[in-house]
Nanobody
Framework: QVQLVESGGGLVQAGGSLRLSCAAS????????MGWYRHAPGKERELVARITGGGRTNYGDSVKGRFTISRDNRKNTVYLQMNSLKPEDTAAYYCNMKGARTTVGRFDSWGQGTQVTVSS
């Protein structure tokens, strides 16, 4: 199994910043895509940002220019730097990673979620 553990969520005022981290552990041979999604009550889950193994990124339209995704392959960790936060960014944030196991097969794992709340 591959486990993902997120950290860094919390309560922040509008205009503030937070940095989320997500570390993977387990039988990992390589990690291809890493990403962040969010889910707010009453809304569909949406892509926040993704980064490929080659470093190519893509962002949801609502966070472009404010959020930055990065990865540290040595630590099997993905980060999400969130600046200029808005109340509409309030949601549970989940990381996702896809890759190959040290044993046969691939994995597609999700973290447990971390809450981000932005007050106005």
């Amino acid at each position: 199994q591959v486990q993902l553990v997120e950290s860094g969520g919390g309560l922040v005022q509008a205009g503030g910043s937070l940095r989320l981290s997500c570390a993977a552990s387990g039988r990992i041979f390589s990690i291809d895509d890493m990403g962040w999604y969010r889910h707010a009550p009453g809304k569909e889950r949406e892509l926040v940002a993704r980064i490929t193994g080659g470093g190519r990124t893509n962002y949801g339209d609502s966070v472009k220019g404010r959020f930055t995704i990065s990865r540290d392959n040595r630590k099997n960790t993905v980060y999400l730097q969130m600046n200029s936060l808005k109340p509409e960014d309030t949601a549970a944030y989940y990381c996702n990673m896809k890759g190959a196991r040290t044993t046969v097969g691939r994995f597609d794992s999700w973290g447990q979620g971390t809450q981000v709340t932005v007050s106005s």
